[in-house]
């Protein structure tokens, strides 16, 4: 299916514009705070830190494992989250629901935020746990990004100044690109819950395309099952005449050879 992006203006979602409009507030609240303390001298600009992900503060300040995605700290980064979140939003939207839309976006959200401190807890080493914070959307649009991946990975997507692309190659991309930075930075930082959410919704696209596919073969076999007994009763039934006649038959094998001798027909028209 494509897409055209003038399709943008008639897809209305209350549950897709609260996720933008809480992240722009509560961004364009954090920046103010901060230059307020740059020009006041107060100490105000690092009250961030107990909204942001620690995996060491985490067991004290349990909001945090959903409540970071809130928090950008750069402004280009912000812009580049906003930027991917309401593209892969429209691309989600047009092929989806709101509803799976905010619940897979949650998902990413808690997966990212778990996937780093389990991480943690198992390589300790990994990463400088008291001075590591997570921020940051990313991990939101990232799930909604690899559902699309792997229930329409085909099905191309229109990308500014690009043209049409195939969904799963932008998801590619995102990786190789988060893989280089890790690569760089060495230490995996806000990788991980990139991964971590990548990994969430791909098995919950997977399990969905396996239950469609289930569901079809079910519904085939129950298909393939009636229509043998009915064959068979048939063959009976024509048996039945050639041995004691059209008189023979009961009432309901009567209906049964005037119903199938219908359908015949019609399906011969």
Same mark, same amino acid.
């Given at each position: %299916?494509?897409? +055209?992006? @003038?399709?943008?203006? /008639?897809?209305?979602?209350? $549950?897709?514009?609260?996720?933008?409009?809480?992240?722009?507030?509560?961004?364009?609240?954090? #920046?103010?705070?901060?230059? #307020?303390?740059?020009?006041?001298? /107060?100490?105000?600009?690092?009250?961030?830190?107990?909204?942001?992900?620690? !995996?060491?503060?985490?067991?004290?300040?349990?909001?945090?494992?959903?409540?970071?995605?809130?928090?950008?700290?750069?402004?280009?980064?912000?812009? #580049?989250?906003?930027?991917?979140?309401?593209?892969?939003?429209?691309?989600? &939207?047009?092929?989806?629901?709101?509803? &799976?839309?905010?619940?897979?976006?949650?998902?990413?959200?808690?997966? =990212?935020?778990?996937?780093?401190?389990?991480?943690?807890?198992?390589? !300790? =080493? %990994?990463?400088?746990?008291?001075?590591?914070?997570?921020?940051?959307?990313?991990?939101?649009?990232?799930?909604?990004?690899?559902? @699309?991946?792997?229930?329409? $990975?085909?099905?191309?997507?229109?990308?500014?100044?690009?043209?049409?692309?195939?969904?799963?190659?932008?998801?590619?991309?995102?990786?190789?690109?988060?893989?280089?930075?890790?690569?760089?930075?060495?230490? !995996?930082?806000?990788?991980?819950?990139?991964?971590?959410?990548?990994?969430?919704?791909? @098995?919950?696209?997977?399990?969905? +395309?396996?239950?469609? /596919?289930? $569901?079809?073969?079910?519904?085939?076999?129950?298909?393939?099952?009636?229509?043998?007994?009915?064959e068979k009763r048939l063959d009976r039934i024509l048996d039945k005449i050639n041995r004691? $006649?059209?008189?023979?038959?009961?009432?309901?094998?009567k209906k049964l050879l005037e119903r199938e001798s219908r359908r015949s027909k019609h399906?011969?028209?």
């Amino acid at each position: %299916m494509k897409f +055209n992006p @003038l399709q943008h203006l /008639k897809l209305r979602s209350p $549950g897709f514009e609260k996720i933008i409009n809480s992240v722009v507030l509560v961004t364009t609240l954090l #920046f103010l705070t901060y230059i #307020f303390s740059l020009l006041t001298g /107060k100490t105000l600009h690092t009250w961030w830190q107990y909204l942001a992900f620690n !995996p060491e503060r985490a067991l004290y300040r349990p909001w945090t494992i959903v409540t970071y995605a809130w928090v950008h700290v750069d402004v280009i980064g912000f812009l #580049f989250n906003l930027f991917l979140l309401y593209y892969t939003g429209i691309w989600f &939207l047009s092929r989806a629901n709101e509803d &799976l839309l905010v619940r897979l976006f949650f998902g990413g959200i808690l997966s =990212g935020s778990l996937g780093i401190w389990f991480a943690s807890a198992l390589f !300790p =080493g %990994m990463f400088p746990v008291r001075s590591f914070y997570l921020t940051g959307i990313s991990a939101g649009y990232t799930a909604w990004l690899a559902y @699309l991946a792997v229930r329409y $990975g085909n099905s191309p997507v229109y990308v500014r100044l690009i043209g049409e692309v195939k969904i799963k190659y932008i998801l590619w991309f995102l990786l190789a690109w988060d893989i280089l930075q890790w690569i760089a930075a060495g230490q !995996p930082g806000g990788r991980l819950a990139h991964f971590s959410a990548v990994l969430t919704a791909g @098995l919950y696209a997977w399990w969905k +395309n396996y239950s469609l /596919k289930q $569901g079809i073969h079910y519904r085939d076999k129950i298909y393939e099952n009636n229509k043998n007994s009915i064959e068979k009763r048939l063959d009976r039934i024509l048996d039945k005449i050639n041995r004691k $006649g059209l008189k023979s038959l009961t009432r309901e094998e009567k209906k049964l050879l005037e119903r199938e001798s219908r359908r015949s027909k019609h399906s011969n028209e």
